[in-house]
């Protein structure tokens, strides 16, 4: 990790002595001597440091060397960090002065006597404050010679002969490749049959009511796989009434089991918020009762019959119906005979060579034409022999290779020295360090960040991605650079198999993924002394445990409600950059604990019960990343203004939130603001506007009477917003200006807008100027997504440039009162979702819907209408009786040459709550693709397609999935 450290810290070193000289805050001389001296010592500790980090595993000596080297580039990476922040703090005043000449010239005549005195002492203080950083940079110099000594005198560690990939490299491999999620299994049919009978197999007086079947076998060898098999197999689902999937892991506790199990069952259900276990199980047996139950209980690790006991799963499955089973799966025999389960086990014993051989090949092999793969099978025939039988070897061994081109680089993996290292715990942890290592150093440190987490923690990327950013992690000068850097070290870790169970959003992003168990307990192995995670002790308000030297990164769970305040004697906290917490219900974070934790970079403290949050937070002045989301805090101190580094700041769904700090203009930093879901916030104050940068705003509230208001307008010279945008309480008299100021063409990085037409109280508006907003609105061409909501227009006019958006995938209109018609989107060529809510107006839906124009007829226009749909709604359209479709002759001889299609790939189709609507159009019973079809409470439709009856029953047999009901 710490070549990851260094080479980032170089970059900084550089870019200080090579940019900064000019800069106005210059360093004390003989500063600058030091930094650059510090540099190439630096340098020429680069070079070896490969060899250390991989002599470290086996010789302590070498770890505790590389400890102190991190140390010391830790604390140059503060050091820097406080000067930068000097001139950050520069540069706000004198923006602030030549903002304040023109706003605040009489207050400032007023001041001027006074703080003239003031202004002085200041001047004196930042020359002191100067000559304290040139100090410790002379200092850290010293110890860095001390340790080279050390270096050249103890271990004489190797010059390395090339570096990891470099971005540029990781770029460029990446484009040709894609995403590794296997599923299908290698060399476990045979259990997989077992397990599939245990589980259905009627009980028989042998087997009693409910069965416990144990998957038992080491780390890696596709236990949970094969759960997931059995979990969401067909005739599995079919049999059991109710399906439970938890995570067990370890410390085992009974209540949080207890908890995951009924928000499982059910998400609405009260009793989860219970700490009375009686209570929990009481709620789940009322749940599963006389119901054929499928729990699965993911790593076990407890031994102990005590606590597997007090979940009481025996008395709660005898009150089942017969037939219910448990899938547990543990790394432990033991765990099975503790279980009285031993009969039932399934053992997952190592993979045949041959099996291990052909999981291998598949990722390997992937995207490589067969002769490409010709002359590399020896030696994949050699490396998969030290998989021992591991799947989950084989495949991080397989994601490794697949991106070494020639055979000198295969011969390389097999050669390593580190399948010798005896010190490794776990024989998987070996090729695990072989993918590690071969990563670029930067992205070995975001890895490493993930091991802040809890094991089976759903990793969402974007935030991933703004987390590595607040640790620097992600080192350019352009920001906008910074994330798509991030997104590209996220998705060559994706590649080589550290992350797995992705889950992808309805455009096909991915959203979030886990860690397999024994990447997490991998990564938490090399951070062991950096990365720590709390359970905080109930009824003991203080976090005494906190052991270990140097803690960066700090995971506090489960902390008791009351004030987070740390022991004074804690003096660990120093060097803490991150801070999360979870599941907890803090009230507020004392203002001493808060000022132990100057190094802070990261912190969150999002749903964690804060109401208040002292304004010593002002002084943390390396943080970049606050997340104070779902919490019911009254206020954001002013304080957190002076927070020059301040890249994010997330405020979601903080409900009592009324106002934000004014001089938020001040954070010339800030890049990210979230404040979706802070309903009583009025406005976003003024000074924002001059955040040019600005490239996340998630939610803009119009406020037209108020002077202190960004206006929509503002957001005319931020154009490089990008992501999500919405926009609500629009509809007043001055918006249409506004709106068009706000230049939303211009904003090509904006995938998704959301407008909604509201006043500021909620209540329903006069026909206003709606459909002159509706056409200053026009979008960039390049956006995907696009939803309007409670639009008071006649026509769909205004709409005119939907036409042009080319990129769209996805809209939503929802609430338009007083709209007759709909808007023309079939000509739309990317168009895959669309979703029309609540239209009272709308009787009949014609062509125009399908984008044909009224100088085109259906006789001359041919084409492909709504060529990519795939999923399409209609809620709520209460007038609506006529769906239209082409009125074309059959007798195909006399009508002209023209060849429609409409919606090919119409795979989804929901019509609910359209009363007076009498048929569908007869496209719709052509589309070949369509999966599935659900009519509800729609009487005309539900008569005319009844199943087996319904005069047009016959034109929707084929449909694999129809539900048809009335409510
Ligand atoms: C949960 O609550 C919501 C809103 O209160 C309700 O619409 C939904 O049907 C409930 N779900 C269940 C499973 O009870
Ligand atoms: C449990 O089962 C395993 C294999 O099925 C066997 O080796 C072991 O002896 C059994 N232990 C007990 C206590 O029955
Ligand atoms: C912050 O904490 C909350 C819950 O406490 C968690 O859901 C969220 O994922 C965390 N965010 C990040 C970026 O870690
Ligand atoms: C069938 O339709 C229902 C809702 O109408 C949907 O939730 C379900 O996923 C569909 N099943 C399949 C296999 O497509």
Request: glycine share 4%; net charge negative.
């Amino acid at each position: 990790m710490a070549d990851a450290l260094i080479s980032v810290l170089l970059e900084q070193l550089a870019s200080v002595v090579y940019q900064h000289t000019n800069q106005a805050v210059k360093l004390v001389l003989n500063a600058e001597e030091d930094v650059k001296s510090f540099s190439s010592k630096l340098k020429d500790i680069q070079a070896v440091l490969e060899d250390a980090e991989k002599k470290q595993v086996a010789d302590t000596g070498v770890e505790n060397w590389l400890a102190k080297l991190k140390d010391v580039s830790y604390e140059m990476d503060d050091v820097l960090d406080e000067w930068n922040t000097e001139i950050l703090r520069r540069q706000v005043e004198e923006k602030q002065e030549k903002e304040g000449e023109n706003a605040l010239v009489t207050k400032k005549k007023v001041c001027f006597l006074m703080s003239s005195v003031c202004f002085c002492f200041g001047q004196a203080n930042k020359v002191i404050h100067r000559h304290k950083i040139a100090r410790r940079i002379g200092e850290l110099n010293e110890k860095l010679t001390l340790l080279i000594a050390a270096e050249r005198e103890m271990y004489g560690f190797h010059q390395s002969t090339k570096g990891g990939p470099d971005d540029q490299q990781l770029i460029q491999r990446q484009k040709t490749s894609s995403l590794v999620d296997i599923s299908t299994i290698f060399g476990r049919e045979e259990e997989k049959e077992m397990l599939l009978s245990k589980l259905l197999r009627e009980s028989s007086p042998k087997v009693g009511r409910f069965l416990v079947i144990p998957i038992v076998g080491m780390g890696g060898m596709g236990k949970t796989t094969l759960a997931q098999l059995a979990y969401n197999d067909e005739k599995v689902t079919a049999q059991f009434d109710k399906k439970v999937w938890v995570c067990v892991s370890s410390p085992f506790d009974e209540i949080k089991i207890a908890k995951a199990i009924i928000e499982n069952l059910d998400k609405n259900e009260t009793q989860k918020s219970s700490n009375e276990l009686e209570t929990l199980l009481q709620c789940i047996m009322s749940h599963v009762k006389d119901k054929k139950f499928f729990l699965v209980l993911d790593d076990v690790w407890t031994e102990n019959p005590k606590e597997w006991e007090s979940l009481k799963l025996p008395v709660i499955m005898q009150s089942c119906a017969e037939g219910s089973r448990i899938l547990v799966t543990t790394r432990k025999q033991e765990v099975a005979k503790m279980m009285g389960a031993n009969s039932s086990m399934i053992y997952l014993d190592k993979l045949s060579d041959r099996d291990c051989l052909a999981l291998f090949n598949s990722i390997a092999f992937l995207d490589r034409k067969e002769d490409e793969a010709a002359g590399f099978g020896a030696i994949g025939e050699e490396i998969v022999k030290k998989c021992k039988g591991l799947p989950l070897v084989a495949k991080t061994l397989g994601s490794l290779v697949r991106y070494k081109k020639t055979r000198k680089e295969w011969q390389d993996v097999l050669n390593s020295k580190i399948w010798e290292l005896e010190k490794i715990e776990e024989q998987v942890f070996r090729p695990l360090l072989l993918s590690y290592y071969d990563l670029a150093p930067a992205v070995k440190r975001c890895l490493l960040y993930c091991a802040i987490f809890p094991k089976d923690y759903n990793l969402e990327k974007d935030k991933l991605i703004e987390l590595w950013m607040s640790q620097d992690y992600l080192n350019s000068k352009e920001n906008k650079e910074k994330r798509r850097k991030g997104q590209y070290y996220f998705e060559s870790l994706v590649m080589r198999s550290f992350f797995q169970d992705f889950v992808v959003d309805e455009m096909g992003n991915i959203e979030r993924c886990k860690m397999h168990d024994i990447v997490h307990d991998f990564v938490q192995f090399l951070t062991k002394k950096e990365c720590i995670i709390i359970e905080v002790v109930k009824g003991d308000n203080q976090i005494v445990e906190l052991r270990g030297e140097n803690v960066r990164h700090l995971t506090l769970t489960r902390v008791p409600y009351g004030p987070l305040s740390f022991p004074t004697s804690c003096d660990r906290c120093v060097n803490v950059r991150s801070l999360t917490l979870l599941d907890s219900s803090i009230t507020t974070i004392s203002p001493g604990s808060v000022l132990q934790m100057k190094c802070l970079r990261t912190l969150n403290l999002s749903w964690s019960g804060l109401t208040e949050l002292p304004k010593e937070v002002g002084e943390l002045i390396h943080l970049r990343y606050m997340d104070l989301s779902y919490n019911p805090i009254l206020k954001v101190p002013d304080a957190v203004c002076d927070l020059y580094n301040l890249q994010t700041l997330v405020l979601i769904q903080c409900s009592s939130l009324e106002k934000l700090p004014k001089a938020m203009g001040k954070l010339i930093n800030l890049k990210h603001l979230y404040v979706l879901g802070c309903w009583k916030l009025r406005y976003l104050p003024k000074g924002i506007g001059s955040l040019k940068s600005l490239q996340a705003l998630d939610c803009f509230y119009v406020c037209e009477r108020e002077a202190a208001a960004l206006k929509l307008g503002d957001l005319g010279i931020m154009d490089q917003l990008q992501g999500s945008l919405e926009i609500r309480r629009l509809g007043n008299k001055d918006d249409a200006s506004e709106t068009e100021k706000a230049q939303l063409g211009n904003k090509e990085h904006l995938s998704h807008l959301e407008v909604v037409f509201q006043d500021e109280y909620g209540v329903l508006r006069k026909h206003g100027v709606d459909s002159e907003i509706v056409k200053a609105l026009q979008p960039h061409q390049n956006l995907e997504s696009l939803g309007i909501e409670w639009c008071h227009i006649g026509t769909t006019e205004s709409l005119y440039w939907i036409k042009s958006l080319h990129n769209l995938r996805k809209v939503h209109l929802r609430f338009w009162l007083f709209c007759e018609f709909w808007p023309p989107l079939g000509k739309l060529p990317s168009l895959e979702i669309l979703e029309i809510t609540v239209m009272d107006k709308v009787k009949k839906v014609g062509v125009e819907f399908l984008g044909i124009e009224e100088e085109e007829t259906e006789t001359t226009f041919s084409g492909i209408l709504f060529p990519k749909l795939k999923r399409l709604s209609f809620y709520y359209l209460s007038e609506w009786e006529e769906w239209e479709g082409i009125t074309k002759e059959e007798d195909s001889s006399s009508s002209s040459s023209s060849e429609i299609t409409i919606m090919p790939r119409l795979s989804s189709l929901q019509i609910t709550e359209c009363p007076k609507l009498k048929a569908l159009p007869d496209f719709l019973h052509k589309i070949t693709t369509l999966r599935t079809l659900t009519i509800e409470s729609c009487p005309i439709l539900e008569r005319d397609y009844q199943q087996g009856v319904g005069k047009e029953w016959h034109n929707i047999s084929h449909i694999p999935n129809i539900t048809i009901q009335s409510h």
